[in-house]
């Protein structure tokens, strides 16, 4: 397949390592995804009746397209691919990528709007959601797990504090790190340096050397993320309303 764009590419890519090796799923994550708990494995979130897993991010109403779990068969394989044929079909306005991408490869009946700003992307987005409805599972083929639910989340919604409940954090962009910027995020960490030679081994753990001011409670983490959730609602319920002015 000849895609074009990297963000498309990438989900080519996996379908080719599906094909190429004997793991029974692979965890695909962007590259600024990082583990901040170690004591949690991906395993708890495989569930074997389906054959994708996907998220809801917290703070919209996106399908990610940044990290999912993929099992190694013909359905995901060929899902990836036509995920990937994507970056032929997009607009030439504003469109969100891979991340809009999926949005409507998941509403298969539903077109691209014309997007002009970041605004009308939400409203688009908002619309796709709806007609997903509120359905999170398709056995055989795949889930949605809901806010809050999933092996990921951004690590600016709670400035980078974490509890026992997290495991991977993303947005650990060395450009955002302590800057002054939208999605700005401090290190939880006293060191970003680790010894791989004790991978695998007892000592790994030690590699995650904890700041302890940003080690926080479960509910104190869920509390925090509950608001974003609930605003986040309340904007997709303002973008659903919008949708009628673009037909």
Known sequence: MNVLQF???????????????????????????AVINPNRLIEEWIDEDVNIIF????????????????????????????????????????????????QVLLSTFFNFLKYQKTQDLYVYEACARSILGQRSKWPGQLSILPKGASWVRDTWL??????QRDFILHGWQLRKLDAVTSASWPSPLTTHEFNLSTCGSEKAGHNWQYKDTFMRSDEEIQAQLKQVIDYSYRMYLNDLGKVDSYT
Request: with cysteine; charged share 15%.
């Open 55 to 102: 998220y809801n991010r917290i703070f919209n109403y996106e399908i990610a397209a940044g990290s999912y779990l993929v099992k190694n068969t013909n359905y995901s394989r060929n899902f990836l691919q036509l995920w990937a044929s994507y970056d032929r079909k997009l607009p030439n306005s504003l469109h969100g990528t891979d991340n809009g991408a999926i």
């Open 7 to 33: 963000m498309f590419a990438r989900h080519c890519v996996t379908a080719l390592k599906l094909s190429e090796e004997q793991a029974q799923w692979i965890l695909f994550v962007d590259a600024d995804m």
């Open 158 to 163: 709670t400035n980078s504090m974490w509890s």
